[in-house]
C-alpha cells in the first residue's frame, strides 16, 4: 500500500460465507477510493469455506486484505470486531457486519466525512431472506439493490435519517448511539 491507509474496514463474520462473498465483491468495486483502504475480515470460528472464500478475494483484490479467525465459543461479536480492530493499520475504522453489501461509494462517502473526534453512524437495508439468498454480483448495481429494499425498510431508513439529522442539529448528548451495521 506504501503506507499507512486512510481507512481500514474491519468485517465481522461467521458461517456466511456466501454471504461474505458478495460483501467482499461490494468492497471491491468501490469508487474513487483506490489505495486509501485496507480490508481485514474478522471470523468467529466458522468450520466452512470462510477461509477460502477471503483467500480468493483476497488473490482478486486490488487491496491488502487479512483474515484473523477466533475459536468459537459462542456469540462473541465484541470480540471478533476488536481482534479485527488490533489487526487495523488505518486511521480510521469501518465496520461492516459480514451479510451488508455496501453501496459503490460507501467508503469514498465515509472518508469524505472523516474528522478527528467524530463517529460516524450508518445502518442497512434488510432484505427477506429469499432475497437475500437470490443476490449475486450482478444485483450489485445502486439500482438494483434499490429496487429490491422493501418499501417499509426505505421508510424505516428515512426516519432513522431524520431523528439523526435533528439529533445532530440540537447537539444531542446521547444520540445517536453508535450500533454495528
Not at 439529522?165 to 446521547?174: G, L, Q
Given at each position: 500500500?506504501?503506507?499507512?491507509?486512510d481507512?481500514?474496514?474491519?468485517?465481522?463474520?461467521?458461517?456466511?460465507?456466501?454471504?461474505?462473498?458478495?460483501?467482499?465483491?461490494?468492497?471491491?468495486?468501490?469508487?474513487?477510493?483506490?489505495?486509501?483502504?485496507?480490508?481485514?475480515?474478522?471470523?468467529?470460528?466458522?468450520?466452512?469455506?470462510t477461509?477460502?472464500?477471503?483467500?480468493?478475494?483476497?488473490?482478486?483484490?486490488?487491496?491488502?486484505?487479512?483474515?484473523?479467525?477466533?475459536?468459537?465459543?459462542?456469540?462473541?461479536?465484541?470480540?471478533?470486531?476488536?481482534?479485527?480492530?488490533?489487526?487495523?493499520g488505518?486511521?480510521?475504522?469501518l465496520?461492516?457486519?459480514?451479510?451488508?453489501?455496501?453501496?459503490?461509494?460507501?467508503?469514498?462517502?465515509h472518508?469524505?466525512?472523516?474528522?478527528?473526534?467524530?463517529?460516524?453512524?450508518?445502518?442497512?437495508?434488510?432484505?427477506?431472506?429469499?432475497?437475500?439468498?437470490?443476490?449475486?454480483?450482478?444485483?450489485?448495481?445502486?439500482?438494483?439493490?434499490?429496487?429490491?429494499?422493501?418499501?417499509?425498510?426505505?421508510?424505516?431508513?428515512a426516519?432513522?435519517?431524520?431523528?439523526?439529522?435533528?439529533?445532530?442539529?440540537?447537539?444531542?448528548?446521547?444520540?445517536?448511539?453508535l450500533?454495528?451495521?
Open positions: 500500500m506504501g503506507g499507512r491507509a481507512i481500514s474496514l474491519v468485517v465481522n463474520t461467521f458461517r456466511k460465507p456466501a454471504h461474505l462473498a458478495l460483501v467482499l465483491e461490494s468492497i471491491r468495486r468501490q469508487e474513487g477510493v483506490d489505495g486509501r483502504f485496507e480490508v481485514i475480515v474478522s471470523d468467529d470460528g466458522s468450520d466452512d469455506d477461509r477460502s472464500v477471503v483467500e480468493t478475494a483476497a488473490a482478486r483484490a486490488p487491496f491488502p486484505i487479512t483474515f484473523t479467525t477466533l475459536p468459537h465459543d459462542g456469540f462473541r461479536l465484541a470480540r471478533t470486531r476488536n481482534q479485527g480492530a488490533r489487526l487495523a488505518g486511521r480510521a475504522l465496520f461492516l457486519d459480514g451479510d451488508c453489501v455496501a453501496p459503490r461509494d460507501h467508503v469514498a462517502a472518508l469524505e466525512r472523516l474528522r478527528p473526534g467524530r463517529a460516524l453512524l450508518g445502518y442497512c437495508a434488510r432484505l427477506d431472506e429469499t432475497t437475500s439468498r437470490a443476490l449475486d454480483p450482478g444485483a450489485l448495481e445502486a439500482e438494483t439493490i434499490r429496487r429490491l429494499v422493501p418499501r417499509r425498510e426505505r421508510s424505516a431508513l426516519g432513522r435519517h431524520r431523528r439523526m439529522t435533528w439529533h445532530a442539529a440540537i447537539r444531542h448528548p446521547t444520540k445517536p448511539r450500533a454495528g451495521g
